[in-house]
T-cell receptor, first 110, second 116 residues
Framework: GQQVMQIPQYQHVQEGEDFTTYCNSS?????IQWYKQRPGGHPVFLIQ?????EVKKQKRLTFQFGEAKKNSSLHITATQTTDVGTYFC??????????FGTGTRLTIIP | DTGVSQDPRHKITKRGQNVTFRCDPI?????LYWYRQTLGQGPEFLTY????????KSRLLSDRFSAERPKGSFSTLEIQRTEQGDSAMYLC??????????????FGDGTRLSIL
């Protein structure tokens, strides 16, 4: 089936350290979206990547889409306590729905 | 933009009872999605509507589940004869229509269902 795998499941970092989460699909994606869910909250859209090899930046966040459009990553530079939450990738396989990864839960040690 | 609202926020019911949840999407959004999320997992697609038409249902959606969007605005999700495994957070999201699912989805706060 069409699945999106995400690693790691958990990541604990000291405040100021970098953080990366990785997303992989066994089949080519049409596009990929990234969402952030704060504890007790709902997923909030961060960004969408569409083109092969695309790189987008939002302040300290860098999003990449692989050349084969089968993988993606989110990198946060110099984490802050406000970055706490679970980061989900959500892949689209050319239909009208999103397939979410299992998420990476980021906790920050002050 | 008042956001996506869901009601109720929490629902506790006994096994075997029927429950119904409501979702009010962002007014100008013609797409509406239902997801289920369990602890430690990502949202799992259940079904989606474009206007009043239900265009896709997940194979995970058993016959006990039904969703409607009668006037293309709010939507309801009903679960009949609830089972323990139905305990989850039920999320609603809305978006503008786009090709290939490439529109950001805006989520509500969800309805947390607990089956006793």
């Amino acid at each position: 089936g069409q699945q999106v795998m995400q690693i790691p499941q958990y990541q604990h970092v000291q405040e100021g350290e970098d953080f990366t989460t990785y997303c992989n699909s066994s089949t080519t994606l049409s596009n990929i979206q990234w969402y952030k869910q704060r504890p007790g909250g709902h997923p909030v859209f961060l960004i969408q990547l569409v083109k092969s090899g695309e790189v987008k930046k939002q302040k300290r966040l860098t999003f990449q889409f692989g050349e084969a459009k089968k993988n993606s990553s989110l990198h946060i530079t110099a984490t802050q306590t406000t970055d706490v939450g679970t980061y989900f990738c959500a892949g689209n396989f050319g239909n009208e729905k999103l397939t979410f990864g299992t998420g990476t839960r980021l906790t920050i040690i002050p | 933009d008042t956001g996506v609202s869901q009601d109720p926020r929490h629902k506790i019911t006994k096994r075997g009872q029927n429950v119904t949840f409501r979702c009010d999407p962002i007014s100008e959004h013609n797409r509406l999605y239902w997801y289920r999320q369990t602890l430690g997992q990502g949202p799992e697609f259940l079904t989606y509507f474009q206007n009043e038409a239900q265009l896709e249902k997940s194979r995970l959606l058993s016959d006990r589940f039904s969703a409607e969007r009668p006037k293309g605005s709010f939507s309801t999700l009903e679960i009949q004869r609830t089972e323990q495994g139905d305990s989850a957070m039920y999320l609603c999201a809305s978006s503008l229509a786009g090709t290939g699912g490439n529109q950001p989805q805006h989520f509500g706060d969800g309805t947390r269902l607990s089956i006793l």
